[in-house]
């Protein structure tokens, strides 16, 4: 090749490819606490809006609380549907606690992957 600036041939030298880094750990507490935040909030969303159920069945449960009492009360419980507002509020306000709790789940099995992992390559 033809050097631009002196006119003259320049020799291609090969070069030595430069030694690899030592490899990183796998950071398994941050892969698991990011996994445990979206399988968090996945879970949030399926709780929160699963449909209700009707009144009766659910208040008839509580042993405080004569079953006759609700008998009045039941169809209106169960005729009863949150509008879109109402859901998409309690997505936002149940949306922080699921992945905070999901978060630290994932980031605890994360150690433990660690700790598993390291013990294993040695």
């Given at each position: 090749?033809?050097?631009?600036?002196a006119?003259r041939?320049?020799?291609?030298?090969?070069?030595?490819?430069p030694?690899p880094?030592?490899?990183k750990?796998?950071?398994f507490?941050?892969?698991?606490?990011?996994?445990?935040?979206?399988l968090?909030e996945i879970?949030?969303i399926?709780?929160?809006?699963?449909?209700?159920?009707?009144?009766?069945?659910v208040?008839?449960?509580?042993?405080?609380?004569?079953q006759a009492?609700?008998?009045?009360?039941g169809?209106a419980?169960?005729d009863?549907?949150?509008?879109l507002?109402a859901?998409?509020?309690?997505l936002?306000?149940?949306?922080?606690p699921f992945?905070?709790?999901g978060a630290m789940?994932?980031?605890?099995?994360?150690?433990?992957?660690?700790?598993?992992?390291?013990?294993?390559?040695?």
């Open positions: 090749m033809l050097c631009a600036f006119g041939r320049e020799k291609w030298q090969p070069v030595s490819a030694a880094a030592p490899a750990p796998f950071n507490p941050k892969a698991f606490g990011l996994g445990g935040l979206a968090g879970y949030m399926f709780t929160v809006l699963a449909p209700n159920t009707s009144g009766v069945a208040l008839s449960a509580l042993s405080l609380v004569s009492a609700f008998v009045a009360v169809p419980l169960a009863f549907t949150p509008t507002g859901k998409l509020g309690r936002a306000e149940w949306a922080v992945g905070l709790f789940i994932g980031t605890g099995l994360g150690i433990i992957a660690d700790a598993v992992a390291r013990r294993l390559r040695r």
